[in-house]
């Protein structure tokens, strides 16, 4: 079993009860959308928790999508910004069907912004996002969300899926890893 580095702290930034209130707030909002064949696509791995919270809050709001997962990673100079590349394509017919990608970050915009692309040229009726967290300090790309949860600030962000060298997915809120040290 690793062990986190002892300088290191993860101070919350949204709670799990603050994330619960808000996913459930957004399966209100897509399910208002009267949704035609709904398609929830989720981008792995950082939005894992995420995507199966919100899919269940949209049960609890009358939606009973068809779920699928993509697996996208951006290559480049840094952890993000890069080329992005399919790791693991969506196995689910798309043509005319209403998409909603799920994901857990909007950072640079280059994966929304492919993924969003890949989505609409396979003939979806309709292509919406779903975001948690919305970091418009390091935008690369014109791209937004049609549906985000938090506005995060220009940090590093672990937790609820996200991570740090594989590390914090399993926290269950959200947090910015700080040095003690």
Known sequence: ???????????????????????DALA???AACDLH????????????MFAADLIRALHGHGLTPEIDFVFLASYGESTTGGEV???RDVTSAIE???????DDILDTGQTLDFAKSLIKSRGARSVRACILLDKTARRQVDVTADFTGFA?????????GMDLGHRY???PFIGVVENSA
């Open 1 to 23: 079993m690793a062990e986190s580095p002892a300088a290191e702290t993860v101070k919350p930034l949204f709670s799990s009860q603050e994330i619960a209130r808000r996913i």
């Open 28 to 30: 209100g909002d897509i």
């Open 37 to 48: 064949d709904p398609l929830i696509v989720a981008v792995l791995k950082g939005s894992f």
């Open 85 to 87: 590349k399919i790791l």
């Open 96 to 102: 005319g069907r209403d998409v909603v990608i799920v």
């Open 152 to 160: 995060c600030p220009d940090k590093f962000v672990v937790g609820y």
């Open 169 to 171: 997915r399993e926290l």
